[in-house]
């Protein structure tokens, strides 16, 4: 699916008066007024677990379709997509860099780094050389090693898995770039290392960068942040 007027779209998130629940008679997890994300802006978004950060995610990828109000992505309401199409449209706009990294374990780095354009012939599209170069150049911008690049990823430890996670993110230039979590199992100064690569590619693909974290000492190298917990009203986080 295509957007329609993206060249006009100033925020590329806009959330108004929406309400998620996980079932009809559970009370609500979200409800949120007003939330905006102005495009190709860095977001860090934080609040200790528990607080519904994962779920508000779930709900800009579309992943899940809030029951009241609207969450327009990219000038979209997703609300008013079926699943097929909020499916398509997350393959087609978002890259998603998950807390437990999704990778497929028996596939090498490089098949990992390409799976989006197989998935999206639009991400495919933007990517103007080889494939498995696009990828390889991803991978060494997030310093990972070229000896590594066709082994399968389960052999890969943590830290560098981060990395093909974000590079498979990046692949064929999404529009945004949602990271959950993703370096809770780096020390300090891994992480810092590791945000500071991935802003750097989400800068020069021209990128809405959304990234979430319970943890506060990261929130310095982000322009703006927001306090989940000051703009989620629901009595019952999950």
């Known amino acids: 699916m295509t957007i329609s007027n993206n060249q006009q779209v100033t925020n590329v998130v806009d959330l108004n008066n929406v309400s998620f629940s996980w079932s009809k008679d559970a009370e609500p997890t979200l409800e949120i007024k007003h939330l905006s994300i102005p495009k190709a802006h860095h977001t860090f978004i934080k609040g200790p677990s528990g607080c519904g950060k994962s ?37 087609d706009y978002i890259g998603y860099i998950f807390q437990q990294f999704n990778l497929l374990p028996y596939l090498s780095v490089v098949e990992n780094v390409v799976l989006p354009c197989q998935f999206s012939s639009l991400r495919k599209k933007n990517v103007t050389t080889n494939l498995d170069d696009k990828a390889k150049e991803l991978l060494d911008r997030l310093h990972l090693s070229k000896t590594l690049l066709n082994k399968p990823v389960i052999e890969l430890s943590i830290g560098q898995q981060q990395r093909v996670a974000a590079a498979r993110a990046l692949m064929g230039d999404p529009k945004i770039i949602i990271a959950d979590e993703p370096t809770s199992a780096l020390d300090f100064d ?11 590619q989400a800068t020069q693909a021209e990128a809405t960068l959304v990234f979430v974290s319970h943890d506060p000492t990261l929130e310095p190298l982000f322009k703006r942040s927001i306090q989940l917990q000051e703009i989620n009203t629901a009595g019952g986080h999950l």
Do not use: K, Y
């Open 190 to 200: 891994n992480r810092t290392a590791f945000i500071e690569l991935l802003m750097d």
């Open 55 to 91: 779920t508000l995610l779930s709900l800009l990828t579309g992943i899940n379709s809030a029951q009241q109000g609207q969450v327009e992505v990219l000038g979209t309401d997703l609300t008013q997509l079926s699943s097929r199409h909020r499916d398509r449209f997350r393959a």
